[in-house]
């Protein structure tokens, strides 16, 4: 589906018109100072047919933008370069992984996204607000849509942080290993699911800057660069989240241990406190002839008493010892 | 045995013929424009002797063809490309693992399977459907092999990916916990089978695209990028599948020992309250003769209602505490 | 906000000046042998706007070092350096990170720094008092703020290592494991933050020396390698803590079981102890007519010697065997 | 000592004669298309002088053939090829390691065996029933002894996987977590062993294929290269058991605790019912008055029949939920 | 402080002199056949002052050579090359690093030992009687150092091989796991110092061999290579340490809990075996006036034949099943 289409030259717009309108299509892009930029989503293969023509796209990008569940990657086809992103989003209090796919040559710049409600029309508008930055071309359009997609994960992983602060607050507090436990694991899964957005897309975007760069790119590798740069402070937060979230898991295994350690100290204690008890009980009811004690008329209180010192001694020293 | 063979003239198919007429096939082979396709299986020695002699195969290459049990690999010897992939499959809900062998030289290729039920038969078919592509000849045929071989490995990592899931949903479940690691063991010995099989391609890969490309693919090079990348998203899930099995694992240990803990704790609180119970009767179950107690005519309902109440007291607490 | 600025002649300082004194600064850097350095703290886009503009700042490297919380890096922008690095301090026991940014030109050094109470007075008045050195321009005045950000992280490594000690020393104390695991994970936590600002310096301080040097730095490339050591010390120190932390936990989880172990023991012990001495009292309190003993006249005591006994013998056996 | 030594002219053998009869030695030498061949085992520095000082074998070399002890390797002294490798055997059910040393020049290979039952006479009879190979020269026999010492890795790993197969059968059989864990930690033992041979060795192997090759094994590298495609097969395997034992363990701790957990629901089951029985009868033990149903006939036997009907609740209760 | 200083020409000692004579060390620097070697431990900035004006040694490697505290590296500063290296000793029963320093130049070697009381006379007197290895220059020197710095790391690997091995003989042993998991910790504390001591070197030592190597090495690369792959070995046992360490710490925590659930078993099964025995003695403890079996005359011996077969029943059964 179309969302919408301008021809842009040295930077400002000309005019918004539809992609389909060949004539109109093919004057501009006579022009050698002209890049016409398109936004498609949720793309056919036939709404695209007539660009693949026309822009000589490559029928594995075609296929690759249209069909999905790629890995976010960029690969170059001759002059051209294809680029796919992961765009990350809340839904329903989980990550949901969209994609946007960008075709970028040396006079046309196509994004198609699908699978996502987060949308570009903000990055067009700025865009437009700066002609002496657009002036650089579809390559310089190419990172203002990097940039935006790069940017979505911040929020993302800065809600992933505080999740993992919220649940270190109750890490330590006994009894709630059961719900620190599920959390830490529903957390590694997004946190895992992010992951695969961002590492691919690290490790793609070093072909943009330094080493070999596409010509198309030439001019705004610096650009490129300070997108990998943001992009690796977001890798390196998820892999600390990753490497704290281990030691968290390893924490609450102790948490549960200590507790059930300390579970198993009271349940001694108590149990040892009464088994005397009801032995001291026991023995004195047994029925011998000649247990003289129990004819002392003191004998009921004594024994009472004996066996409350008993009880209470064992409790102190239980209590010393942090049993109880 | 032979599967088929068949000669193909700038990417149309000429004929059907049996590769063992030497004559017919001589004739195809002196054609500049021509090559010809020889799928095999499961193949010995011998068979093979006849094309080892005429294509000049590398002795090394076809023992790797007969004997079986290699690992995925791309092996240039001379301007022929030999490649080795594995087949997997479901047998018996387990995953079987059969090998492809692919000797690629300018004017022809011949495939050997071995040991699976996986054939190829359509994609002999699909690229006799598009002969503007199977004009690019013997490397576009090796791609085709790869690309379906690839495929194959898409609805198997699906499969282990949804195990997962269904094991996660039962991971938190109180007594699912024997079943859980069996399942999650199983699973994990799964993966690392699939992990064989797919690692040390998406390595041999790396030498068809990218880099020094052998000269016989260098005009395929981007379709193989493609399989490379399709792989890379394999591997990727893989590993992600991997991290969270080691996760869910901790998790399961984890649960374990709540579980225990919390049993630990419902049996020292019942334990707790019947010890008080007859410790009380243990008392009154004394034989001194001046218990005046034991005289009064409300005594029994009177000690009955004590304990009663104790136990129902310590019950309460317990309770409070979540430990009942 | 401005903190100071200089011009210095060949490692001798000239004149403090103001850098918003548009025409000394300019009769400045119209003198080949002459280089100004700035330093900023706290600044605003706005503050360093004129500097940008007579600079030719990248506007991207503005815009890091204003909005803060970038990861450390270097990056060349043209013949200019510009290099971001973490400032760790600790602040009420926890350890805070703020940045320093260092733009650095042919004739020019500008350092900004956010976030933290760290200042660089002293690195101004060393370089000051070693003009042989300050004449190698402003790569020496990059070093000397690298070397003295470096130096600051010594003394917080060191600290860690000695917390790391302290926490072993009662590692394997009974009763002290809560309290070591939540030590342990704080002090992981706040190693992981160290790390953050020393593995990614690390790796771009080897773009200053070794491989291609940036022109400007080409003559303090043996400095910057110094520098890189000392780093390199602290990462192998941040990892051999890392390393052993993760051994500690394990420790400690095993210490807990062990201690578990222990008490379950006891409780088994003291339990079996009071269960015979109960179930003798039992026997003996049962009312059987014919119960010869029970007529005895010695039998009560001998009842009770027998008790004692074999509760002594268990006691003595669960003794040897270390139960008790 | 000396095994044999024969000298070979275009792959046929010439003649068995003493590598200490310096007249022949040096007559074989003397002809360019001949290349002696020289096995010895446990040799001493002196039996190997002679020999490094005709062939000008380094003395680092000689000391590493003679000492023992080294770790697998591949070294160039100038044009010769020096390599050391692991030669691994089953002696009495546990891993020992010898070695193998090869010095191989451009007319002469000598190979010291030291420290292991495991010989090559079977090399060199299948060598010289293939001279059409063996004419290739030194650095085929040096391709004929790797091969021999790798193929001889692969029933040892076989019979460690199969080890692991077995113990898997068991890991989740209550009772046998003990002697699990006893085994899979000798199988780590075992596997790590093996794996000390297996890697350096498939470092070293890059060196003689692929990338610069030393001169005198240039003719040979494509046998090289499916050596070290074996080896990496081995070391695949290695990893994946390594894996595997590692999440043995973990499944087998798992088990433990499962187990231990069962244990403990059981004792609490049975502990609960008899403290119930107890205490019922502690209650009609007391010795009050008034007790009224002490009394009535059918007191006795509804006593016992509540008591039973109660533990039978209790019982029942408990199996059901999976205690019992 | 000076140890000694000597000069050689073409690997024979000169003469041994004071290196403070400069009149001395000034006549045997202008031959270029000679060169000297000079060896101090634990120096002050002051004491190398006329070595660092005369032989134009950087300030750093300087400051280096004098705080100590180094990692161990290998530097370049112009035509010098610069090393540091740990010497690791027990002293107490546990692990002691000092450092040794090398300034190696064109015609001179001085080498500052701190911190330890190992020593190098052997190596001087070694090379002296090899001179014609010597005659290879400062270089050779240099190797000399190092190859004596690592023959000492390898008792200390063994040692902690064999502390790990007796460790390994009582790690199934009941009872032992305290013991054991403390010595496994201090082991693991000992084997992650040596490795900070080797694991930098052995990347150093990659510069010194294969690749590009400092001029002044050239000629002795292959010793250096000898001296890397010496430890190499070294390292591997390390890492071959440490992964078996990591799986002597699962197997231990495996221990604790099977042992920990053998006494559970035990625990429960008594408990078990006297609750019934307490039970059945509570049941015929009770007053109700119609209890016939009380008045038989074979009632006792019944009673105590039934509560003795029903726990000898249990026991047996609880026996059977491996519980005690």
């Known amino acids: 589906m179309l969302i919408n289409c301008a021809a842009y030259r040295s930077g400002v717009k000309v005019e918004d018109f539809s992609p389909y309108d060949e004539a109109t299509l093919g004057r501009h892009l006579s022009d050698p100072d002209t890049f016409v930029w398109i936004a498609l989503r949720d793309t056919t293969a036939e709404e695209l047919q007539p660009f693949q023509r026309l ?10 933008a249209t069909h999905g569940h790629q890995r976010p990657k960029v690969e170059e086809y001759g002059d051209l370069v294809f680029a796919v992103m992961h765009l990350v989003d809340w839904v329903d209090a989980d990550l949901s992984i969209g994609e946007v796919a960008v075709f970028c040559g040396p006079n046309f710049v196509i994004s198609v996204r699908s699978g996502s409600r987060l949308h570009f029309l903000g990055v067009r508008e700025r865009c437009e607000r700066e002609p002496h930055l657009l002036m650089q071309g ?8 990097m940039d935006a997609v790069v940017d979505r994960y911040f929020p993302i ?13 109750s890490i330590f507090t006994p009894g709630a290993q059961l719900d620190n436990i599920k959390r830490l694991y529903e957390l590694k899964r997004r946190l895992m699911r992010l992951r695969r957005a961002v590492a691919p897309m690290l490790e793609m975007l070093s072909k943009l800057h330094g080493g070999r760069v596409p010509l ?33 898991i390893q924490a609450n295994l102790s948490m549960v241990a200590i507790d059930d350690s300390a579970v198993t100290k009271r349940l ?49 020293r239980f209590r010393r010892a942090g049993w109880l």
Chains 1, 2, 3, 4, 5 share one sequence.
């Open 55 to 64: 822009f000589h796209l490559h029928e594995l990008a075609v296929e690759d």
């Open 138 to 145: 579809p390559s310089f359009v190419l990172y203002a849509l």
């Open 157 to 169: 992983v800065d809600q992933l942080e505080s999740e993992l602060e919220e649940i270190e607050q």
């Open 216 to 248: 198309l790119c030439s001019r705004t590798t610096e650009y490129f660069r300070d997108v990998a740069d943001h992009l690796a402070r977001i890798h390196a937060a998820i892999e600390s989240v990753r490497d704290t979230l281990a030691t968290a």
């Open 268 to 316: 001694a204690a108590w149990a040892g406190i009464f088994a005397v008890a009801t032995a001291f009980a026991g023995i004195w009811g047994m029925n011998f002839e000649q247990m003289p004690e129990l004819k002392w008329a003191w004998g009921y209180p004594a024994a009472l008493g004996l066996i409350v010192s008993v009880c209470g001694l064992l409790w102190w």
